[in-house]
């Protein structure tokens, strides 16, 4: 089955720096890469997505990139602030009509933005 | 509009009582997932429902864990016969479904169990 690895496990930048966090998935087949923000004692957010034939989207200040060839698909936050400070899941689904789009979810990534 | 809603937002019960956990979807949302996360951990897919049928519990651990979604609306995430292993955060995600093959999926804030 399908398998996600994400890097690193907690990240800490100064304000106003990017970040950059990394998700590798095992399964060719996976079509939809999205990436959620978790803060303390909330749900999942969804912040931003990615599907299999892009190969980058940008959001304001955040941005995915995927490479399909290497299986790796990315996240870009510049410009950090305080606020943007939580732990960062990327995720992996296979289509609709194929295991019903359940998402395989990466270990998570604890961002820290130092003011 | 609201989003999903999930109750009770925390549970704490003893070893071998059983729990219902409740995920309310977004409205018209046609897909329905259940997920367990450890702690320092992501989701893990327990179980997925498209309409009120269930299309995949092989997430489910074992046969103490059930599911239902008798109309196609609110779901039920039962366990029987808990232990303390149980203890964890379970998340409720919906999507519409529909009309593409991408599967945006919505988290509810999650049901806290302890199992003591």
């Known amino acids: 089955g399908e398998n996600v690895e994400q890097h690193p496990s907690t990240l800490s930048v100064q304000e106003g720096d990017s970040a950059v966090i990394k998700c590798t998935y095992s399964?060719?087949?996976?079509?939809?890469f999205p990436w959620y923000k978790q803060e303390l004692g909330k749900g999942p957010q969804l912040i931003i997505d990615i599907r299999s034939n892009v190969g980058e989207k940008k959001d304001q200040r955040i941005a995915v990139t995927l490479n399909k060839t290497a299986k790796h698909f990315s996240l870009h936050i510049t410009e950090t602030q305080p606020e943007d400070s939580a732990v960062y899941f990327c995720a992996a689904s296979l289509p609709l009509y194929n295991q019903g789009g359940k998402l395989i979810f990466g270990q998570g990534t604890e961002l820290s933005v130092k003011p | 509009g609201a989003g999903v809603s999930q109750s009770p937002r925390y549970k704490v019960t003893k070893r071998g009582q059983d729990v219902a956990l409740r995920c309310d979807p977004i409205?018209?949302?046609?897909?329905l997932y259940w997920y367990r996360q450890a702690l320092g951990q992501g989701p893990e897919f327990l179980t997925y429902f498209n309409y009120e049928a269930q299309q995949d519990k092989s997430g489910l651990p074992n046969d103490r864990f059930s599911a239902e979604r008798p109309e196609g609306s609110i779901s039920t995430l039962t366990i029987q016969r808990t232990e303390q292993r149980d203890s964890a955060m379970y998340r409720c995600?919906?999507?519409?479904?529909?009309?593409?093959?991408?599967?945006?999926?919505?988290f509810g804030p999650g049901t806290r169990l302890t199992v003591l």
């Open positions: 995600a919906s999507s519409s479904g529909t009309g593409s093959s991408y599967n945006e999926q919505f």
């Open positions: 399964d060719s087949a996976s079509n939809y």
């Open positions: 409205s018209g949302h046609v897909s």
